[in-house]
């Protein structure tokens, strides 16, 4: 079966780059949510989207911005690195109303930053 | 708000013992859902159950079994006869709704010793 896929699996860039994130939900899921894990912690909600719209936000940095194209794809642009940013970034997808309510996650992206 | 708190930060067992992991929750809302996943050491986030806030029925699965207890706001999983493989992180979820984020709680890291 189809699963969520997120592209890089692993990034490094430097302190003050730039990095752009992709994830492409399981087909026919219209919402998409961001989550970032840092070391030894919990995953944060960041933003979330359903049909292109922001649909919820969380503790994302004014330095992250993320959108969903038509064909439900998102990415998650974050600009003027810092080390702080080093973590994991999941993605999650979900079919909204219909199923049993689960987010599926994505492998995750591991962001390094020097 | 909406907190989820595993107050066991690391629990060591020898394989063939019997393990529960505690997950209490605290929300307002009359309607909400369950989760707990897994992070094994590859780092991807694996989905075991989901419950909502009016199935209070037990569920066994295998060798996994959860017990939700409105009373005490807890969502506890227990692994019978844990095996190394289940080494990981588990996490216990909290949302509000369908095609709402997950409010996580620190996550539990589990060591089974052979």
């Known amino acids: 079966a189809a699963g969520v896929i997120q592209s890089p699996r692993h990034l490094i860039k430097e302190k003050r780059e730039t990095a752009t994130l992709k994830c492409y939900p399981i087909p026919r899921h219209d919402t998409v949510y961001w989550y970032q894990q840092g070391p030894g912690q919990d995953p944060q909600f960041l933003i979330s989207?359903?049909?292109?719209?922001?649909?919820d936000k969380g503790s994302i940095p004014d330095r992250f911005s993320a959108q969903q194209f038509s064909d439900y794809h998102s990415e998650l642009n974050m600009s003027s690195l810092e080390l702080g940013d080093s973590a994991l970034y999941f993605c999650a997808s979900s079919l909204p109303g219909q199923g049993d309510g689960e987010q599926f996650f994505g492998p995750g992206t591991r962001l390094t930053v020097l | 708000a909406q907190k989820v708190t595993q107050a066991q930060t690391e629990i060591s067992v020898v394989e063939k013992e019997d393990v529960t992991l505690d997950c209490v929750y605290e929300?307002?809302?009359?309607?909400?859902?369950l989760f707990w996943y897994k992070q094994p050491p590859s780092g991807e986030l694996v989905f075991l159950i989901r419950?909502?806030?009016?199935?209070?029925q037990n569920e066994i699965s295998g060798r996994y079994s959860w017990n939700f207890q409105k009373s005490t706001s807890s969502f506890n999983f227990t692994i019978t006869a844990s095996q190394v493989v289940d080494s990981a992180v588990y996490f216990c979820?909290?949302?509000?709704?369908?095609?709402?984020?997950?409010?996580f709680g620190a996550g539990t890291i589990l060591r089974v010793k052979s």
């Open positions: 929300t307002r809302d009359t309607t909400y859902y």
């Open positions: 979820a909290l949302s509000m709704e369908y095609g709402n984020k997950l409010v």
């Open positions: 419950r909502n806030s009016f199935d209070e």
């Open positions: 989207f359903y049909e292109k719209m922001q649909s």
